[in-house]
Nanobody
Framework: QVQLEESGGGLAQTGGSLRLSCAASGRTFSNYAMGWFRQPPGKKREFVAAISSSGGSTNYASSVKGRFTISRDNAKNTVYLQMNSLKFEDTAVYYC????????????????WGKGTLVTVSS
């Protein structure tokens, strides 16, 4: 069974940075793309970023492009999300997600989620 465990959330100021991590287990990590999603308070979950199985291709939502960077370490079965220049509207619970294939664009994810990690951006 696939397991996903997010960490690294917390409180940041506007303009600040946070780095999220997601440890995955239960299948061959390096065979699949990985994604990050977020759910702002009172809103639906939305796509943030994805990375291909090899790490050579990435895909970002327009709202985070140029500020967030997704990366992965296949030796550690971990995917990261570096978030810079944080804005108030980045406040959300962030979830990582396992892909159904190897590609990042378009990204197709499994309907399976970890508990998420809360990011709060204050002014």
């Amino acid at each position: 069974q696939v397991q996903l465990e997010e960490s690294g959330g917390g409180l940041a100021q506007t303009g600040g940075s946070l780095r999220l991590s997601c440890a995955a287990s239960g299948r061959t990590f390096s065979n699949y793309a990985m994604g990050w999603f977020r759910q702002p308070p009172g809103k639906k979950r939305e796509f943030v970023a994805a990375i291909s199985s090899s790490g050579g291709s990435t895909n970002y939502a327009s709202s985070v492009k140029g500020r967030f960077t997704i990366s992965r370490d296949n030796a550690k079965n971990t995917v990261y999300l570096q978030m810079n220049s944080l804005k108030f509207e980045d406040t959300a619970v962030y979830y990582c997600n396992g892909g159904t294939g190897a590609g990042a664009a378009p990204y197709s994810g499994m309907n399976y989620w970890g508990k998420g990690t809360l990011v709060t951006v204050s002014s």
